[in-house]
């Protein structure tokens, strides 16, 4: 009865996708690679001379794009993104497989293991008379690799484009598929991190993208805390408008006969969505954007080319598995196409300003410390010269003319070194040592010559000992801290009237003072001069330090107000299963949990941070509306109007608009007189942030099959060049699916 049902479904399927062939002309879709058996490229032939000129005219339009490659207009971005192993990179394989045959019988015929390698893969499974296959598509770089693949590991290393260009698309639109490498990495959560500047960087070159594609399993086995830590992180990363292009993808729902309804990643996805309704009261819509996919069929495909032997029964199922997917292929580029898309500029905001929040915490910690002690300094200057003895020759007040003050310079050490931040230990640990530009300074270490890592655990320099102890200053590991630069504290003098003077220092000032006091009456008068230079000073300061204590909120407003989630919640519940696992390890896991351990801490940190800013803000909120509350007096009832107006007063000072005023904030912060170049050195990670890494793996589907003819043997070697083009040429039995969803929408949103 079953069976029956499903030969009946699969039979209206077939039935729905002829009408819809028949509704359109045939298209030119090309194939990926050039196809190993010579007997198809012949007759095929006879097909590649009827479409040699658009051909031609195609690879010149494609020139175009690899010379504009920014240029995106064109383009219709889908980012799919999603934890490791969920299957991204064979979705890829199948929807291209998809979008050249009308159907899996078709597929048959004219397929290749070459034409069905978009990436490479290795596809494992028996046959009815079970046989095992397990056979490799695309050329795998090495073990490493290969390994990663069998073990269902992110096989995606670095993000990489996938473009499908077709003339005959409506608007002459490309479909271009961004894949990114898995959450939840295998090597850990920092490589996480790093994965995620690596898809910044790719979507920082778009000007827009029309939908985030989240891919993942039916049924994840994975603990509802790590599944909720993965959604978690990849709504931190996103602008709250990005909300209208999220899409959710389940792979491999053959299992669950394609029906999302009754799956645990459904249900789990539910409850977070809804817990995001309840805190943020952001709507993210999940049942008429989730779609059932199934990749067996393809699986059965490159199975059956190499000799697999299926039951009708199987076949029929595999059938319906390849019409069903189609159809929720379908589905999904007409959702797609109807959305708005998304600025991607918005999403890189959030992202520039939560780095800043991160970066920012210590540098400017230590400069509006630095700050409050030359304030301190300046006032008991100001003090010492208006009491000074009308009287005082004019030797001794020159001498009194100039004050100290303190500058915080950060210099970069030839090597790494760990320090222990026991104050005891500061002053018996000290050492010279040597920074990168040859000056020798007296630090407290204990190593000098580390072999920790930027990022890992003290636990891991060779002064600390296995159980954790030091082995210089016998505090423990957790009392160290491993550095590369070290801040110096080095005095200057104010000059004598104006600090911005270029025309004199030195030997010449003090001749300027002798020549200049002649008398008791310019002696006042100097004094005074000076007295005003002070103050002149003193509001630079307090002007830096407004904008320094100012920024951080300005910065976590921003980010409150407009992304998904201000920060992950449930990384702390990740982290400690993690850590549940090393200690499985035993000593062999040692390492690992000290560096996961570093790791919360610093992320605790952040949070509180966050946290504290955001208290400042609303500190700053209720003032300024008490002050408003006084000047229009008690009694005063605003109106609705003029109580909006604040409300837009106070966000207009509270929070950025745009990118662009984040950009001009941080260009202020790092052109500060007094801290600028101090907060410049500091933030190494900004300037990684703003070139968003540059590199660039991008695989372009070109619609010029002749042209690249003589190139297509050597693409499997060229997997990792920026200048790998996939070729394709027309299928014989193609009908157009692109040309029959393309056209079904004139006029998308």
């Known amino acids: 009865m079953f069976l029956e049902k499903e030969k009946e479904k699969e039979s209206l399927s077939d039935s729905s996708f002829e009408t819809m062939n028949k509704e359109v002309d045939n298209e030119n879709i090309e194939n990926i690679k050039k196809e190993e058996n010579e007997k198809e490229n012949n007759n095929n032939n006879s097909n590649n001379e009827n479409y040699e000129d658009e051909n031609n005219e195609d690879n010149d339009d494609n020139n175009n794009d690899e010379d504009n490659d920014n240029n995106d207009d064109d383009d219709i971005n889908i980012l799919l993104i999603g934890p490791s192993g969920s299957g991204k990179s064979l979705l890829i394989n199948s929807i291209i497989t998809y979008m050249r045959y009308d159907s899996l019988e078709g597929a048959l015929i004219e397929s290749s293991n070459a034409s069905l390698a978009t990436i490479p893969t290795i596809v494992s499974m028996s046959d009815s008379d079970d046989n095992q296959f397990n056979i490799k598509i695309g050329t795998i770089e090495d073990s490493e690799e290969e390994k990663r693949i069998v073990q269902c590991k992110s096989v995606t290393k670095k993000t990489k484009k996938y473009r499908i260009k077709n003339s005959s698309i409506q608007g002459s639109k490309t479909l271009c598929f961004i894949d990114t490498p898995g959450v939840l990495d295998s090597e850990g959560i920092r490589k996480d991190e790093e994965n995620f500047h690596h898809i910044l960087n790719e979507i920082s070159k778009l000007k827009q993208l029309h939908a985030v594609c989240i891919i993942m399993k039916p049924n994840e086995n994975r603990a509802s805390q790590v599944f909720k830590f993965c959604i978690n992180e990849l709504?931190?990363?996103?602008?709250?408008s990005a909300k209208d292009n999220i899409f959710f993808c389940l792979s491999s729902t053959r299992s669950i006969h394609y029906r999302a309804?009754?799956?645990?990643?459904?249900?789990?996805?539910?409850?977070?969505?809804?817990?995001?309704k309840e805190t943020r009261n952001i709507h993210i819509e999940l049942e008429k954007r989730t779609y059932c996919f199934d990749n067996e069929s393809f699986n059965y495909l490159v199975c059956k080319k190499n000799g697999g032997n299926f039951s009708e029964f199987e076949e029929s199922l595999y059938n319906l598995s390849w019409t069903t997917s189609v159809q929720e292929l379908t589905r999904l580029l007409k959702d797609i196409i109807s959305c708005k898309p998304h600025d991607i500029e918005k999403t890189l905001s959030i992202n520039l300003a939560r780095t800043m929040i991160n970066q920012l915490i210590q540098p400017i910690t230590i400069c509006v410390f630095n700050i409050n002690e030359n304030?301190?300094?300046?006032?008991?200057?100001?003090?010492?010269?208006e009491?000074?003895?009308?009287?005082?020759?004019?030797?001794?007040?020159k001498k009194r003319?100039?004050?100290?003050?303190?500058?915080?310079?950060?210099?970069?050490?030839?090597?790494?070194?760990?320090i222990c931040t026991n104050l005891k230990c500061i002053s018996t640990t000290e050492k010279l040592v040597t920074t990168k530009d040859?000056?020798?300074?007296?630090?407290?270490?204990?190593?000098?010559?580390?072999?920790?890592?930027?990022?890992?655990?003290?636990?891991?320099?060779?002064?600390?000992?296995?159980?954790?102890?030091?082995k210089v200053c016998s505090c423990y590991f957790t009392k160290h801290i491993n550095i590369d630069t070290i801040e110096?504290?080095?005095?200057?003098q104010l000059p004598l009237f104006n600090d911005d003077d270029d025309d004199g220092g030195g030997d010449s000032n003090e001749e300027g003072i002798k020549l200049s006091i002649k008398s008791k009456e310019e002696q006042s008068r100097i004094s005074k001069d000076f007295l005003k230079s002070l103050q002149d000073r003193v509001e630079q300061y307090q002007n830096e330090l407004n904008i320094l204590t100012c920024s951080s909120v300005q910065f976590s407003s921003f980010l409150c107000k407009n992304s998904l989630l201000e920060y992950n919640d449930e990384i702390e519940s990740y982290i400690q299963i993690l850590i549940s696992n090393e200690k499985s390890n035993g000593t062999n896991g040692i390492q690992s949990i000290k560096d996961l351990e570093n790791y919360l801490e610093s992320h605790k940190q952040q949070i509180d941070q966050f946290k504290n800013n955001l208290e400042k803000q609303k500190i700053q909120r209720d003032k300024k509306q008490k002050e408003k509350e006084i000047e229009r007096g008690i009694f005063y009832q605003p109106s609705d109007q003029e109580l909006q107006n604040d409300e837009n007063e106070f966000n207009d000072n509270e929070s950025f608009k745009s990118v662009t005023e984040i950009k001009l904030k941080i260009n202020e912060i790092l052109n500060l007189k007094y801290s600028g170049n101090f907060i410049k050195s500091k933030l190494s990670q900004f300037e990684s942030l703003n070139k968003f890494y540059n590199n660039n793996n991008n695989i372009n589907?070109?619609?010029?099959?002749?042209?690249?003819s003589n190139n297509n043997n050597n693409n499997n070697n060229n997997d990792n060049n920026n200048n790998f083009i996939l070729s394709v040429k027309k299928s014989k039995r193609s009908s157009g699916m692109l040309s029959r969803i393309f056209n079904s929408f004139k006029n998308p949103k």
């Open 488 to 492: 110096i504290r080095e005095e200057i």
């Open 438 to 470: 040859g000056q020798i300074k007296k630090l407290g270490y204990c190593c000098n010559t580390c072999n920790a890592s930027s990022g890992k655990s003290v636990y891991s320099c060779k002064s600390i000992g296995l159980l954790g102890f030091c």
């Open 701 to 708: 589907i070109d619609n010029n099959s002749n042209s690249n």
């Open 261 to 276: 309804g009754g799956s645990e990643t459904k249900k789990l996805l539910a409850l977070q969505l809804a817990n995001l």
């Open 401 to 418: 003319l100039y004050t100290p003050f303190v500058n915080i310079k950060s210099l970069e050490l030839d090597k790494r070194a760990t």
């Open 387 to 397: 009491n000074l003895n009308p009287d005082l020759e004019i030797d001794q007040l």
């Open 375 to 385: 304030l301190k300094a300046i006032n008991e200057k100001k003090i010492e010269i």
């Open 235 to 240: 709504l931190c990363h996103l602008h709250v």
